[in-house]
């Protein structure tokens, strides 16, 4: 997808997910935050190089530029982050693949540990941001990252994230943001979504081995 980008569908009805996540929430976020990054980066890009990439590269390309292009990065990412976490979500029951339950037990020792870890970086982000399930060559591990940075950003696979800006929670839970977390990470998470990701990583690695 490079220029001009649309706003991607959500993957369920925006009153999927109450009442951890209320339709309101869901329209605000949306139509409102999401859509706004997505209309400012074609502004944005209009006429520069960046208007012919693809939106990976363009925020791989803009993750550590200033001025302009700093602008550019912000909405970049603001965009690729919401598409992957609407996707992290899911009303639906899910389960982590064989390879993907192998990897959390390596690394966190249960899926309970894993949720508590990535409660705790939600908690502690100061500020706005996003707190991330990641993979780094089949190794998990709990990232927190500021405002509109991602760790595609530098290259690592992302399995889940959060989004901890307050727009995500501030209409349903107020200041609450660990009780948003504790709701969203409990009932939400879509194990599926995170499995794929990781089956991704395994089929890149190969290919690149070949
Ligand atoms: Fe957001």
Redesign the pocket.
Known sequence: MSAPFTLAPLPWDEDALAPTISANTISF?YHK??KTYVDTLNKLVEGTKYADMKLEEIVRATASASGGDKLIFNNAGQVWN?DF?WRSLTPAKTQASAPLDSAITAAFGSKDALIAQLAEAGKTQFGSGWAWLVSRGGKLAIEKTANAETPMAKGVNCLLTV?V?E??YYLDYQNARPKYLEAVLGKLLNWEFASENLTKEAHAVRAAAE
């Open positions: 976020h935050h999401h919401h976490y989004d800006w727009h995500a």
